[in-house]
């Protein structure tokens, strides 16, 4: 099996996601999720200026561990596929990376994600004008 970029965003998902469900990370929100059977689980901004704030950050911390899934699963078909990740992306996931970093910096955005960024733009980023590249297979 080939690590691609997109199974390292994958994993990455995986490890956001089961680590939000530790007991010492959100494993109480969860709890109070399960509760509810998943549903309604915050009001949001219909509480008035009472946010729940833990419950906001447990929800959003494992949300965004799911979201990872189906973009590895894009990088990993673009590149099994024999396809050029587009510099565009790259650049773009960066500075996403680049304000999650700025933002939380004792974080997994510092930990995991730029550094993986950095391995992409150095990996596939350098080159001026290139674009989508198809080779056949077979």
Same mark, same amino acid.
């Given at each position: 099996?080939?690590?691609?970029?997109?199974?390292?965003?994958?994993?990455?998902?995986?490890?956001?996601?089961?680590?939000?469900?530790?007991?010492?990370?959100?494993?109480?929100?969860?709890?109070?999720?399960?509760?509810?059977?998943?549903?309604?689980?915050?009001?949001?901004?219909?509480?008035?200026?009472?946010?729940?704030?833990?419950?906001?950050?447990?929800?959003?911390?494992?949300? =965004?561990?799911?979201? &990872?899934? *189906?973009?590895? !699963?894009?990088?990993?078909?673009?590149?099994? $596929? /024999?396809?050029?990740?587009?510099?565009?992306?790259?650049?773009?996931?960066?500075?996403?990376?680049?304000?999650?970093?700025?933002?939380?910096?004792?974080?997994? =955005?510092?930990?995991? &994600?730029? *550094?993986?960024? !950095?391995?992409?733009?150095?990996?596939?980023? $350098? /080159?001026?004008?290139?674009?989508?590249?198809?080779?056949?297979?077979?």
């Amino acid at each position: 099996m080939k690590v691609t970029n997109g199974k390292i965003v994958i994993l990455i998902g995986i490890i956001h996601t089961v680590s939000t469900l530790m007991p010492f990370v959100y494993g109480k929100q969860f709890l109070n999720f399960g509760q509810q059977f998943f549903f309604n689980i915050n009001a949001g901004f219909l509480e008035m200026g009472q946010l729940d704030y833990e419950t906001f950050a447990a929800f959003w911390c494992f949300f =965004f561990g799911l979201l &990872l899934f *189906p973009l590895g !699963v894009l990088l990993d078909y673009v590149e099994k $596929k /024999g396809m050029q990740i587009p510099r565009q992306f790259i650049w773009s996931y960066l500075v996403v990376i680049l304000l999650g970093v700025y933002m939380i910096p004792l974080s997994g =955005f510092t930990v995991f &994600l730029l *550094p993986h960024a !950095v391995y992409m733009l150095v990996k596939y980023g $350098k /080159g001026k004008g290139r674009e989508l590249q198809y080779q056949s297979k077979g």
